[in-house]
Nanobody
Framework: QVQLVESGGGLVQTGDSLSVSCAAS????????MGWFRQAPGKEREFVAR????????YYADSVKGRFTIPRDNAKNTVSLQMNILKPEDTAVYYC???????????????????WGQGTQVTVSS
């Protein structure tokens, strides 16, 4: 059984930086892609960023491009989301997700992922 555990959320002010992390555990866990999604109150869960585990290629939603990065630690099976220049509209519950399936096409879709973390709250005050 694979488990994803997020940590590091909190309350920050506009313009601040914050990092959230996701630790994956489970026997023989081999991610194809790991990603971050977020869900704001009253809105649908949306793609934020993802990383292809084999070569570290990253992709970002337009809304966070240039402000967020998704570093990983292969040895620890950990992926983080480094968030800079935070805005109130970044306020959401942030979810880590892992896909262990090749050939899913568009990994920006929720349905491409097999495992999800419990979520961590990020609140940006204005």
């Amino acid at each position: 059984q694979v488990q994803l555990v997020e940590s590091g959320g909190g309350l920050v002010q506009t313009g601040d930086s914050l990092s959230v992390s996701c630790a994956a555990s489970g026997r023989a866990f081999r991610a194809v892609v790991m990603g971050w999604f977020r869900q704001a109150p009253g809105k649908e869960r949306e793609f934020v960023a993802r990383i292809r585990w084999s070569d570290g290629t990253t992709y970002y939603a337009d809304s966070v491009k240039g402000r967020f990065t998704i570093p990983r630690d292969n040895a620890k099976n950990t992926v983080s989301l480094q968030m800079n220049i935070l805005k109130p509209e970044d306020t959401a519950v942030y979810y880590c997700a892992a896909s262990i399936t090749y050939g899913m096409g568009n990994y920006d879709r929720i349905s491409a992922y097999d495992y999800w973390g419990q979520g961590t709250q990020v609140t940006v005050s204005s």
